[in-house]
């Protein structure tokens, strides 16, 4: 006998219920075996999916992530150590506690790194990532759990602790079109000013919904251009500067952004003085832009940006300077703040990743050495410029990652963040066909996400060293890269990164708690924490 069509629907129906019930009860079961385990040894909890040889990513949907869940104790026993490792085997955050004390096998090849907490540097702010238009419309583009889960495992307690995110002042090239918040030539009253369809589609529902999650979390906005009819191009991008006319104006523009923003509750922690002004130069790239130089950008926050500020009810809000490429540290920085009012109004500089293959991070150094009360951020990175945009389940991606954190912290930045939170297998949209990879990558179709392992490098760093945790010192080595830090919480975080083909052992010897000894896997990435 057939079934009806209304019969076969609820057939199918059960079943799909049924099988969902299972998989979750599987993975429950999974997750406690692997809790309970007497050792105190945890399986990560990835669901695997292989895109080639070690090319492996972590599958997300509406029934099961793969989370860091707090140990209990938060902080280990004294004597004892909690060690996070991901490698290119396919571990993700594997836990392990283990014991301090001497090496059993000490090798010829083990590597001695000595941690001194009474030595210190500065401290933590955060890690983070953008809130673009693009991650927006592919969160968007998933169903109302899997968006929630998706923002969890960046900005929740068991997902990577985000406190820091990029919020672009109208248009980037990853949006659907270029716009700003005032495209009606010679409004100059700024009287149309109004955000644009994408922030409260796609920006401002999305930072809500993080800051429930962690309402601490600092935004770093950044203006890409200006209106077009300000600048002396009458163009979105291309060699194009403010006219010196409209610098009053452009500054309360900026005031006008912060004023809309707060209307819908959210806070804007610090405004930069523009998204890469070196881009002008750069005759066949079409990304919105605009040119300044370090006399004029100088100008414009002396004695337009800055005091307008300083006399608003954002004066809280925060000025960074260049939003640019490192290699134009310190010399354009050093110009800029010649200017004393400018030196006045700055609260710190950004830099940007694109270029640190011809520039050595020891200028990020250099720039503190010389301002040492101008904090610098690491505002903005990404891989996959060129073909292959979207590279899946790359490991060597997350090694670049974590190589570049590593790089940024040991030379004085108070934070490291990444470009989109989010984007698809095309690496888009994009307006200029300006692709690239991300972290976390979306399929809508299957109403699911894929934690690639850039996003397990990040959260080597943001799950442990949160805010206000201040970078100590630990011996260099030079094929094993490492950074130490003290934590509010009282625990001292220990990130190890091993991108050698062969296992690394490795002595951390703590005047104050011993030594202790581990082995670190083949290409792996690795985080340790002990009580301070």
């Known amino acids: 006998m057939l079934f009806s069509d209304a019969a076969c629907k609820r057939g199918c129906r059960r079943r799909a219920i049924g099988e969902i019930m299972w998989k979750s009860v599987l993975f429950l079961g999974f997750f406690l075996l692997a809790r309970s385990s007497g050792d105190r040894d945890q399986s990560d909890g990835c669901v695997r999916k292989s895109y080639g040889p070690e090319k492996i990513v972590c599958v997300c949907n509406a029934t099961y992530c793969d989370e860091t869940p707090e140990q209990d104790p938060k902080v280990p026993a004294n004597g004892k150590f909690y ?5 290119k085997d396919g571990r993700r955050l594997s836990f392990k506690e283990r014991e301090f004390g001497e090496c059993s096998n000490p090798t010829l090849d083990q590597v001695t790194l000595n941690v001194d907490s009474s030595i210190q540097y500065q401290q933590v702010l955060g890690f983070g990532g953008a809130f673009t238009d693009a991650a927006g419309i592919h969160l968007r583009n998933l169903s109302e759990p899997v968006q929630d889960k998706l923002i969890y495992s960046y900005f929740g307690e068991e997902g990577s602790r985000y406190s820091v995110g990029r919020l672009p002042i109208g248009g980037t ?32 529902p999305i930072i809500q919904k993080a800051l429930k999650l962690n309402p601490n979390l600092s935004l770093f906005s950044a203006p890409w251009s200006a209106p077009p009819w300000m600048k002396t191009n009458n163009n979105i991008n291309g060699f194009g500067f403010l006219k010196e006319e409209y610098y009053d104006l452009y500054a309360e523009y900026i005031l006008k952004f912060l004023e809309a923003y707060r209307k819908n509750g959210i806070e804007v922690w610090s405004v930069s003085t523009g998204n890469e002004p070196s881009v002008i130069y750069m005759p066949d790239f079409k990304l919105n832009s605009m040119g300044w130089t370090p006399t004029t950008v ?35 920085i050093k110009d800029i703040l010649a200017n004393n009012k400018a030196y006045e109004y700055a609260s710190g500089i950004a830099v940007h990743y694109y270029d640190d293959q011809i520039s050595s991070p020891d200028l990020v150094t250099q720039t503190h050495n010389a301002y040492p ?22 490991w060597d991606r997350g090694e670049t990652y974590m190589s570049s954190i590593l790089d940024y912290l040991n030379n004085w930045s108070i934070g490291w963040m990444d470009w989109n939170l989010v984007l698809d297998k095309s690496g888009g949209p994009n307006w200029i066909k300006n692709y690239v990879d991300a972290p976390i990558i979306v399929n809508a179709t299957k109403d699911e996400y ?4 850039m996003y397990y490098a990040l959260k080597h760093f943001s799950r ?27 625990e001292t975080v220990v990130v190890l990164s091993n991108r050698l083909d062969n296992p690394r052992n490795v002595t951390v010897v703590d005047a104050k708690k011993g030594k202790l000894c581990v082995e670190l896997p083949p290409r792996s990435m690795n985080t340790i924490i002990y009580d301070n």
């Open 298 to 332: 100088a100008n414009w926050v002396a004695n337009n940006l800055g005091p307008k500020l300083a006399k608003s009810p954002y004066n809280s809000t925060k000025i960074f300077l260049l939003d640019d490429q490192r290699i134009y540290l310190p010399w354009v």
């Open 173 to 204: 090239d990853f949006s659907t079109r270029p716009y700003t918040y005032d495209d009606n030539a010679n409004d100059l009253t700024l009287e149309k000013f109004d955000l644009a369809p994408e922030d409260y589609a796609y920006k401002i």
């Open 464 to 490: 442990f060293i949160e805010r206000g945790s201040t970078r100590i010192d630990i011996t260099d080595d030079n094929l094993l890269k490492s950074s130490a830090f003290v934590t509010p919480s009282g």
């Open 83 to 87: 060690w996070y490792v991901s490698a």
């Open 373 to 394: 009360d101008k904090p610098i951020m690491m505002t903005e990175a990404c891989l996959g410029r060129f073909s292959p945009h979207v590279d899946m389940g790359a």
């Open 450 to 453: 894929y934690k690639q392992p």
